[in-house]
T-cell receptor
Framework: RKEVEQDPGPFNVPEGATVAFNCTYSNSASQSFFWYRQDCRKEPKLLMSVYSSGNEDGRFTAQLNRASQYISLLIRDSKLSDSATYLCVVNPNNFNKFYFGSGTKLNVKP | GAVVSQHPSRVICKSGTSVKIECRSLDFQATTMFWYRQFPKQSLMLMATSNEGSKATYEQGVEKDKFLINHASLTLSTLTVTSAHPEDSSFYIC???????????FGEGSRLTVL
């Protein structure tokens, strides 16, 4: 079983839509979780960290469900510029180990 | 925020030659850097963890004699692809963890094409 699993998509949504991605992780002892965004042929950039209590940053909301071992990313009012691949990253309580999901591709269409 | 710079951004080389890619942390000291490769439409695959002043830790299946990693200072790690072949053509990205933090900062990536 992979450490981190994501639905590759693509998710094709119209502008203004709300879209949600999930990411499951296998190590129940994992402590740190992140969502990164990667544009085509570019390096990943941190979108947001995921805290136990959940966190929100503008149109983006991240949540952690430890019981079911998944994290989620919700994007409200999608913009064309949100089109990208969203990577789930999990740190399994080892400061120098990060596991990446395969990424979920989002296409926001006019 | 922390900045990681990678060079060159693109390189084309002939089969059999060696290519060196540099990864620098510009405004912080990085005792640990990570090297990844990414094939088209696939996720990042960790190749190795580069530790300043010691040998790199390679992931299973990554040939350490093929992909030489040197982390001679707290701000520079290099990846050398030796005797490159067309199947080594890929996007290579480095990252470093910011001082005292969990966030990974990525270099801009290096696109290698081996003819």
């Amino acid at each position: 079983r992979k450490e981190v699993e994501q639905d590759p998509g693509p998710f094709n949504v119209p502008e203004g839509a709300t879209v949600a991605f999930n990411c499951t992780y296998s190590n129940s002892a994992s402590q740190s979780f992140f969502w990164y965004r990667q544009d085509c042929r570019k390096e990943p950039k941190l979108l947001m960290s995921v805290y136990s209590s959940g966190n929100e940053d503008g149109r983006f909301t991240a949540q952690l469900n430890r019981a079911s071992q998944y994290i989620s990313l919700l994007i409200r009012d999608s913009k064309l510029s949100d089109s990208a691949t969203y990577l789930c990253v999990v740190n399994p309580n080892n400061f120098n180990k990060f596991y990446f999901g395969s990424g979920t591709k989002l296409n926001v269409k006019p | 925020g922390a900045v990681v710079s990678q060079h060159p951004s693109r390189v084309i080389c002939k089969s059999g030659t060696s290519v060196k890619i540099e990864c620098r942390s510009l405004d912080f000291q990085a005792t640990t850097m990570f090297w990844y490769r990414q094939f088209p439409k696939q996720s990042l695959m960790l190749m190795a963890t580069s530790n300043e002043g010691s040998k790199a830790t390679y992931e299973q299946g990554v040939e350490k004699d093929k992909f030489l990693i040197n982390h001679a200072s707290l701000t520079l790690s290099t990846l050398t692809v030796t005797s490159a072949h067309p199947e080594d053509s890929s996007f290579y990205i480095c990252s470093a963890r910011g001082e005292g933090g969990w966030e990974l900062f990525f270099g801009e990536g290096s696109r290698l094409t081996v003819l």
